[in-house]
Nanobody, 119 residues
Framework: QVQLVESGGGAVQAGGSLRLSCAAS????????MGWFRQAPGKGREGVAS???????SYAESVKGRFTISKDNAKNTLYLQLNSLKPEDTAMYYC?????????????WGQGTQVTVSS
C-alpha cells in the first residue's frame, strides 16, 4: 500500500523560505515520477513542480527561479524548497506519485501540508 506523508509547512512572511518534505512507503522514488501540487482556497489544484525518474525537473512558470524540487532516493523522500515566498503562494501543498515516467497521471496523493505567506 502506497502512503505519502508531507511535512514542513507553516506560516512565514513574504520573502521567507520553507522546505517541504514528502516521505513515502510502499513506493520507490527512484523508479517513478514525483510531483508537488497546491490548492488555494476557492481555486483549482495547480501543478507546481515535478521530477522524473531520471531526475528531469519541470516547474510552473509562477514558481520558476524560486522553488526547487529534489529527491533523496536513499531516503525515499521528496523535497520542495520554497524561497522568496509571496502571499499568492499561500495554499495547501500536496505531493503526488505516478508510476514510471511522468505522463501527468498521478495516482497517489498525500494528505497535504499548509503553507501560509503573510505580506
Amino acid at each position: 500500500q502506497v502512503q505519502l506523508v508531507e511535512s514542513g509547512g507553516g506560516a512565514v512572511q513574504a520573502g521567507g523560505s520553507l522546505r517541504l518534505s514528502c516521505a513515502a512507503s510502499g513506493f520507490t522514488y527512484s523508479r517513478n515520477c514525483m510531483g508537488w501540487f497546491r490548492q488555494a482556497p476557492g481555486k483549482g489544484r495547480e501543478g507546481v513542480a515535478s521530477i522524473d525518474r531520471d531526475g528531469t525537473t519541470s516547474y510552473a512558470e509562477s514558481v520558476k527561479g524560486r522553488f526547487t524540487i529534489s529527491k533523496d532516493n536513499a531516503k525515499n523522500t521528496l523535497y520542495l524548497q520554497l524561497n522568496s515566498l509571496k502571499p499568492e503562494d499561500t495554499a495547501m501543498y500536496y505531493c503526488a506519485a505516478e508510476s514510471g515516467y511522468c505522463h501527468g497521471v498521478f495516482g497517489y496523493w498525500g494528505q497535504g501540508t499548509q503553507v501560509t505567506v503573510s505580506s
